[in-house]
């Protein structure tokens, strides 16, 4: 038994791969641009793979009506009144319009990828249909791949945790735009009681992985 499920059906679940956390030149929330540039091609690759797998992938994307319902978030109003924290621009991040909703180019196929652009908290079941299109297509593995490793990431893996969804994270598909000690202890924290962390290179040589998702890229692309 692999993962701790019978039969592994696996998903991409990508977490915020977008303009505003990864393009310098509109990021409002940026990472530095070298693990900017890491986090992107290391998905890429990935990605890559999955579709030849036939593996679905899912881009979670942020995005707000407007700053109320950022405000609305009481410990995210605290930051916004710090201007010396990394998230002090929270509350004018990914206004719908603005181009850092958009996911960073190579990294979307717009025939294959499904796109879920409500995610508004942390979590990305919170406000989301996610839960819905996972469970009416079967799957049970959930591949977590974005940023931030230590607040959407994090997030999201304890949540599938507590919804028996097997996890893995691939350790160089998330990175942070908070302090590298933050990537290393939420990934610490996931492989302690959440979920599997691996490289991408362990999680693409293993054959449970290698399955046929026939069914669900042509589903996709009907």
Not at 11 to 36: Q, S
Not at 116 to 132: G, H, P, S, W
Not at 182 to 193: N, P, S, V, Y
């Amino acid at each position: 038994m692999f993962l701790g499920v019978d039969t592994v059906r696996a998903a991409i679940v990508a977490i915020d791969l977008h303009r505003g956390h990864l393009d310098m030149a509109v990021a409002t929330m940026p990472a530095a641009p070298e693990v900017a540039a890491q986090v992107v091609q290391a998905n890429q690759v990935l990605m890559d793979w999955a579709r030849a797998q036939s593996i679905p992938v899912i881009h979670l994307v942020t995005q707000y009506r407007d700053a109320d319902e950022i405000r609305s978030n009481a410990f995210w109003r605290t930051r916004a009144e710090d201007p010396n924290n990394p998230r002090k621009n929270v509350l004018r991040h990914n206004i719908i319009g603005m181009p850092g909703g958009q996911i960073m180019p190579g990294l979307l196929e717009e025939k294959l990828d499904w796109v879920i652009d409500t995610k508004k908290r942390y979590n990305c079941f919170v406000a989301t249909d996610l839960e819905l299109l996972l469970r009416s297509h079967g799957i049970n593995t959930l591949i977590i791949t974005g940023v931030n490793t230590n607040s959407c990431v994090l997030s999201t893996v304890t949540a599938a945790c507590s919804m028996d969804y097997a996890v893995i994270v691939p350790s160089d598909c998330v990175n942070t735009m908070d302090q590298p000690a933050l990537h290393d202890a939420a990934l610490l924290c996931i492989r302690t009681a959440f979920g599997f962390v691996m490289t991408s290179a362990q999680l693409m040589q293993l054959p449970e992985l290698c399955s046929p998702y026939v069914e669900l890229t042509n589903a996709k692309r009907s």
